[in-house]
C-alpha cells in the first residue's frame, strides 16, 4: 500500500487553501468529512507564499491548514511547490526562464515555466522540497509527496545547448562517433568541433532525425533530474514516505518508462474527451500501471463534472462520474482522487470542475455524487487495496519509436503509433480479454500472447528479447512497418525487418503506402478460426517474401495481389506472426480473438457490448468488475453464484444492470 497510516482507497482532491480567506477552512473540513474525503493533495502551486523572498520562508498558514486537517482526520500529499516559480527567481536569475522551439526566451508566467538544465532553478527547487521535508517529516497528516506538477516543457536555451553537448560527450565519447551515428555525411551535417552542435529549435536543425531523438532523450534527462534532485533530497530526510509526480497518459515529450524507476508509486491525471471510445480510457490506466510492471497506482486528477481546456467542455452525465472511477480502480487504481477541491474565484481554472462549486455548499448534484462515492468506498475499506490484474496477453508501448515514427519522413503521414495501439487494445478491450500494457524489456514469460505494433524502431536488446519469449512457447504478433531502424533512426542493412527477420521467417522488400482513401484488398487463404473471406487494408501495405513463414492471408488486388499480408513462422517452441497491412478492424478483431482461442485466452465473463469486465485479485480472491458505459440497462448472465461488494446483494444467473452502474463481484472464477 502507499502508506500504512491510511490502509484504503485514497479519496480526496487537489486543494488550495491559499486561494480562499482562511476563515473559510473550517467550513472546507465540514464539508470533506461529509463527502468522506481522507487524503489532500496540498499546496501545489504556492511556491511565492511558502518563500517570498530568496533569503525568508513562510510555512505558518500551511501549519495551520496541516492542523486543521490532522484534527479532521484528513491526511495530506504534500507537494513542493515547484511547478511555478515565484516572479522574484525568475527576475533575480534570468536563467531560470525557458527558450522555446521558435528561439524564443520566454518571459515569466504560467507554470512549468523553467529551463531544465538551469542550475538556479534546479538550486531553488530542491532547497524548497528540502525545507518542507525537514518541516514536515513527522506531521501526523503526512502520507506521500507530490513534487512539482505535470512536467513536461522541453527548451531550446544556450545553457541547454551546452548541457547536450555534455550529454552528447557521454553518450558517444568522441565527435566521430557521433558523426557516425548521426549519419552526419547526409546533407553536409558533419561536425568538426562539438561547439558546433546547438538546440534542435525551429530556426536551427530539424532535419538530422538521430539529432532530433537525442535531443528529446536529453531532455527526458534534464527533466527528470529536476524531478530527482527534489526526490533525493525528501528521500533523504523522510526515506519511508512514498514519492511522486503526475504524469499525463500519452505525454509525448516525456519517456513515462524511463521516469517509472524514480517513482515511488505511479500517478496520473485522467482527463478523457467524452466523445473517445471508452477503451481508451482504460488503455491509459493499463499504461500507468504498467509502467511498474502491474503494481497499483495513484489517480491524481480527474474532473468530478467537466473541464474548462477543451474546445467544447460538457459535463458528466450523472453517474459517469462514479462509473470512470471505479474503472480507474477496475484497472489498478489504488485512490480515486480530483481536481479540485473549490472551484477557483479567479484565474484560468475557474470554469473548471470541482467538488464545491462557486455556491459554496454541498447541495449540489456532483458533490451529492462525490458524497455517495466516497461513502461507497469508505465500505470497502482495504478489500480491494494492492490487488492486481492478472492479464495473460501484452501489448509492447515505447516511447522512444513514438518519437521516431513521427519524426520520420516518410512513408505516410497517416501513420499513427498511439492510434495503431490503441486499435488493437480495443480489439480485446470490447471482448473483455485483459491486457497488460508495457515496457518492450519488461517480463514477458507471463504471458501467453504478446502483441507489437509498428515496432519501427529496435533499441539494443529488444530482438533478442522478442526471439527468447517466443523460443521458450511465446505467441507474439509483429505488424507492418517494424524493424526498419536502430535506436539511432539508421535503416538496417540486414533486410527489412531486421533482427526480427528469422524470428518472423519473412523478408519486407518494400511497402506501398495509399492514398487518403485507398484501401486493398486482403483475403484468407483458408478459414481460420474466426477469420474467413475478405477484408480491406490502408494507409501502408508491406510488400514481403517468405522465408520459412506459412502465408495465412494474400493481398488481392494490385501489382501485389496474392503476395502475403498474414503469415505465421514457428520458432523454437512458440510461434511469430506478421500482419503485413493495416487491416480494418473486422480482420484485427478476428485475428486477436483467434490467437487467444489456440491460446485458451478467455473473458472473465461473457458481456454484451458496453459492459466493461475486468478482475482484480489479493490473497486468493478475485473481485470482478461489471461496469455498464451504457445510457440503457443491459442484461447478462452470471455462470455461479456471487455477491455485489458495493451493495451486499446476491446476484445469480440472468441479471440486468442500470445505466452507468458498477459492480464489484465476489465469487465467480478468476
Known amino acids: ?336 482522487m480530483f481536481f479540485q477541491w473549490r472551484r477557483a474565484r479567479g484565474g484560468a481554472e475557474k470554469m473548471h470542475g470541482a467538488i464545491v462549486d462557486h455556491v459554496g455548499h454541498e447541495h449540489t448534484r456532483v458533490f451529492r455524487e462525490v458524497q455517495a462515492l466516497g461513502a461507497e468506498l469508505d465500505r470497502l475499506g482495504d478489500t480491494l487495496l494492492d490487488s492486481r490484474q492478472q492479464a495473460q496477453v501484452a501489448l509492447l508501448f515505447d516511447w522512444e519509436n513514438w518519437w521516431a515514427i513521427e519524426y520520420s519522413s516518410g512513408p505516410s503521414v497517416d501513420l499513427d503509433y498511439v492510434g495503431l495501439c490503441k486499435r488493437y487494445y480495443h480489439a480485446l478491450w470490447a471482448a473483455n480479454v485483459a491486457v497488460d500494457v508495457v515496457r518492450p524489456e519488461a517480463d514477458l514469460g507471463r504471458y501467453d500472447l504478446v502483441l507489437a505494433p509498428m515496432l519501427y524502431m529496435l533499441r539494443p536488446g529488444v530482438a533478442d528479447h522478442l526471439k527468447g519469449y517466443v523460443e521458450q512457447g511465446g505467441s507474439l504478433l509483429v505488424s507492418f512497418f517494424s524493424g526498419l531502424v536502430d535506436e539511432n533512426d539508421m535503416a538496417t542493412l540486414l533486410g527489412y525487418p531486421g533482427e526480427l527477420r528469422e524470428l518472423l521467417g519473412i523478408w519486407v522488400e518494400e511497402f506501398d503506402s495509399l492514398l487518403e482513401g485507398e484501401t486493398r484488398g486482403v483475403a484468407m487463404s483458408a478459414p481460420w478460426g474466426r477469420l474467413q473471406g475478405s477484408y480491406r487494408a490502408r494507409v501502408l501495405c508491406d510488400l514481403l517474401h517468405l522465408e520459412g513463414a506459412e502465408a495465412r492471408a494474400a493481398y488481392a488486388e494490385d501489382f501485389y495481389a496474392g503476395r502475403p499480408a498474414l503469415t505465421v513462422n514457428r520458432y523454437g517452441a512458440g510461434q511469430a506472426l506478421y500482419l503485413a497491412a493495416d487491416v480494418e478492424d473486422a480482420m484485427l478483431r478476428g485475428l486477436l480473438l483467434t490467437l487467444c482461442d489456440e491460446r485458451g485466452i478467455a473473458p472473465a465473463l461473457a458481456a454484451p457490448a458496453g459492459i466493461e469486465v475486468t478482475q482484480r485479485g489479493k490473497g486468493g480472491r478475485v473481485y470482478t468488475f461489471v461496469l455498464n458505459h451504457n445510457a440503457e440497462p443491459q442484461r447478462l448472465t452470471l455462470p455461479s453464484a456471487c455477491r455485489d461488494l458495493l451493495t451486499g446483494q446476491a446476484l445469480e444467473g440472468e441479471v440486468t444492470i442500470a445505466p452507468y452502474d458498477v459492480w464489484i463481484l465476489e465469487g465467480l472464477p478468476g
Open 1 to 336: 500500500m502507499i502508506s500504512p497510516k491510511l490502509p484504503q482507497i485514497w479519496y480526496g482532491a487537489d486543494y488550495n487553501p491559499d486561494q480562499w480567506p482562511e476563515e473559510l477552512w473550517a467550513e472546507d473540513m465540514r464539508l470533506m468529512r461529509l463527502a468522506h474525503v481522507n487524503v489532500a493533495t496540498l499546496p501545489v502551486f504556492s511556491w511565492t507564499l511558502l518563500q517570498p523572498a530568496e533569503d525568508r520562508y513562510e510555512f505558518g498558514w500551511l501549519d495551520r491548514i496541516l492542523g486543521q486537517m490532522a484534527d479532521n482526520g484528513i491526511y495530506a500529499c504534500l507537494a513542493t511547490s515547484t511547478a511555478a516559480q515565484p516572479a522574484w527567481l525568475s527576475q533575480r536569475y534570468p536563467d531560470v526562464l525557458p527558450t522555446g522551439r521558435d528561439g524564443l526566451r520566454r518571459r515569466h508566467g504560467g507554470r512549468v515555466n523553467f529551463c531544465p538544465s538551469s542550475p538556479n532553478y534546479r538550486r531553488h527547487s530542491v532547497a524548497l522540497a528540502q525545507q518542507l521535508a525537514l518541516r514536515y517529516k513527522d506531521h501526523p497528516t503526512l502520507v506521500a509527496w507530490h513534487i512539482a506538477n505535470e512536467y513536461g516543457n522541453h527548451c531550446y536555451c544556450d545553457q541547454c545547448g551546452e548541457a547536450f553537448r555534455e550529454w552528447l560527450k557521454a553518450r558517444y565519447g568522441t565527435l566521430e562517433a557521433l558523426n557516425e551515428a548521426w549519419n552526419a555525411n547526409f546533407w553536409s551535417h558533419r561536425f568538426t568541433a562539438w561547439s558546433e552542435i546547438e538546440p534542435p529549435s525551429m530556426i536551427g536543425e530539424r532535419s538530422n532525425m538521430p539529432m532530433l531523438l537525442d535531443y528529446d532523450r536529453f531532455q527526458n534527462q534534464a527533466i527528470l533530474e529536476c524531478y530527482l534532485g527534489e526526490y533525493r533530497a525528501i528521500k533523504a530526510i523522510t526515506p519511508h514516505v512514498a514519492v511522486t509526480t503526475n504524469l499525463m497518459s500519452q505525454f509525448k515529450p516525456l519517456n513515462y518508462a524511463a521516469w517509472a524507476p524514480y517513482l515511488d508509486v505511479v500517478s496520473f491525471d485522467s482527463y478523457p474527451r467524452v466523445w473517445l471510445p471508452m477503451s481508451d480510457v482504460a488503455f491509459n490506466h493499463e499504461q500507468m500501471r504498467g509502467l511498474k510492471d502491474g503494481q497499483p497506482f495513484m489517480l491524481m486528477e480527474q474532473t468530478p463534472s467537466q473541464t474548462n481546456w477543451m474546445p467544447r467542455n460538457p459535463l458528466k452525465r450523472p453517474g459517469v462520474m462514479r462509473l470512470w472511477s471505479y474503472q480507474a480502480v477496475a484497472h489498478g487504481a489504488d485512490t480515486v
